[in-house]
């Protein structure tokens, strides 16, 4: 019954690490750094997509890629449903795949 017990727990951690971003502890800070740009590149940002990039998202269609582009530039991204570009519903599908990156002025 011990071993069973055991077998389980044993199962449960490789589960949760498994599922886990995988940082090597010994790495150092530029792997890190590495990591966080690769998970922010996946991000669309939603002050340059286009059209076709943007009806991509889940819930988006025609009409909200073409508010969303007439709504830009945008500081944050939850200013989808502050300036009423999107009903809260369809931003919380897309919310983890989307960034308002700031245009540098030169």
Known sequence: MIHLRMFFVVLLLL???GTADFVP???GP???VAAEKSKEADLLDINRA???QLKALPGIGDAYAEKIIKGRPYQ???ELVQKQILPRAT???IKYK???KQTKKK
């Open 76 to 78: 944050r991204k939850d």
């Open 50 to 52: 286009t059209a076709d």
């Open 30 to 32: 530029a792997v890190a």
């Open 15 to 17: 589960a949760v690490v």
């Open 91 to 93: 931003y919380e599908q």
């Open 98 to 100: 989307i960034v308002a």
């Open 25 to 27: 502890l010994n790495s």
